[in-house]
């Protein structure tokens, strides 16, 4: 397992640097950005664009050739609008469930991915958010994200994982952020690794505190959806080249 900062709750992505073709994809890297509302997000009532919006920006910045990829094209509210940039709109596709537990969202997956016309190349997973009640997290957090990845690398052996600790500094979360490292560290390989992203750190989840990253202690307010692309990007940079255009010497 690789273990990145600073990133964190569940990723998933697709092709191993070794395995990577030199040359320029064919085909738009596929990013799967699969989770519960801190994925999905669009409540009409705040700024809640997600960290898929900034994201957004930051692979057409760097010229990435890609190509969002879920099932969902709306938010919570289903009038919700995501801005343009540069002249581009925004790529609205994800598979992100308001409210939805980890179990639910892997009951669920095999039914979503019948409607994608290609696999995924990169998974982005946050979940678990909605579990932190639970009396057993390995049976309602661990279980049900190897299922969700057992099943990814079943329609792409070499996808590449990016799991993402939950975005909490107490609680529960410090419960569980052990439990997701060794799940990573048990099932990652060369061919498909599984890669943990520290969303936490760095993190200020109470929205009086005068930095507070999210509106509600759980959703992310727009500095908090900055903060996490900006960690996935990271995640995913190492891979991205073969997507990028040619730099001539």
């Given at each position: 397992?690789?273990y990145?900062?600073?990133?964190?709750?569940v990723?998933?992505?697709?092709?191993?640097?070794?395995?990577?073709?030199?040359?320029?994809?064919?085909?738009?890297?596929?990013?799967?950005?699969?989770?519960?509302?801190?994925?999905?997000?669009?409540?009409?009532?705040?700024?809640?664009?997600?960290?898929r919006?900034?994201?957004?920006?930051?692979?057409?910045d760097?010229?990435?050739?890609?190509?969002?990829?879920?099932?969902?094209?709306?938010?919570?509210?289903?009038?919700?609008?995501?801005?343009?940039?540069?002249?581009?709109?925004?790529?609205?596709?994800h598979?992100?469930?308001?409210?939805?537990?980890?179990?639910?969202?892997?009951?669920?997956?095999?039914?979503?991915?019948?409607?994608?016309?290609?696999?995924?190349?990169?998974?982005?997973?946050?979940?678990?958010?909605?579990?932190?009640?639970?009396?057993?997290?390995?049976?309602?957090?661990?279980?049900?994200?190897?299922?969700?990845?057992?099943?990814?690398?079943a329609s792409?052996?070499?996808?590449?994982?990016?799991?993402?600790?939950?975005n909490?500094?107490?609680?529960?979360?410090?419960?569980?952020?052990?439990?997701?490292?060794?799940?990573?560290?048990d099932?990652?390989?060369?061919?498909?690794?599984?890669?943990?992203?520290a969303?936490y750190?760095?993190?200020?989840?109470?929205?009086?505190?005068?930095?507070?990253?999210?509106?509600?202690?759980?959703?992310?307010?727009?500095?908090?959806?900055?903060?996490?692309?900006?960690?996935?990007?990271?995640?995913?940079?190492?891979?991205?080249?073969?997507?990028?255009?040619?730099?001539?010497?």
């Amino acid at each position: 397992m690789k273990y990145l900062k600073p990133l964190l709750v569940v990723a998933v992505a697709g092709l191993l640097s070794g395995a990577m073709p030199e040359t320029a994809s064919a085909k738009p890297l596929r990013i799967l950005p699969l989770g519960d509302s801190i994925t999905q997000g669009g409540n009409g009532t705040r700024e809640e664009y997600t960290y898929r919006l900034p994201l957004f920006r930051m692979l057409v910045d760097a010229k990435v050739d890609f190509d969002f990829m879920g099932s969902m094209k709306v938010g919570s509210s289903p009038d919700f609008k995501w801005p343009a940039y540069n002249g581009r709109p925004f790529d609205l596709h994800h598979e992100g469930h308001y409210g939805w537990k980890t179990g639910a969202v892997r009951d669920h997956l095999a039914e979503w991915m019948k409607t994608y016309a290609d696999p995924p190349d990169v998974v982005l997973i946050h979940l678990g958010t909605n579990d932190q009640s639970s009396k057993d997290y390995q049976a309602d957090i661990i279980t049900p994200l190897k299922e969700i990845i057992a099943m990814l690398r079943a329609s792409n052996p070499n996808i590449i994982v990016l799991v993402a600790h939950l975005n909490f500094n107490g609680g529960a979360a410090l419960t569980i952020r052990p439990l997701v490292e060794q799940m990573a560290k048990d099932i990652s390989s060369e061919k498909s690794p599984v890669i943990t992203v520290a969303q936490y750190l760095g993190w200020h989840e109470n929205p009086a505190d005068i930095y507070a990253d999210t509106f509600d202690w759980a959703h992310p307010n727009v500095k908090g959806q900055e903060k996490m692309a900006v960690n996935w990007f990271n995640a995913l940079q190492p891979y991205l080249k073969p997507w990028q255009p040619e730099v001539k010497k």
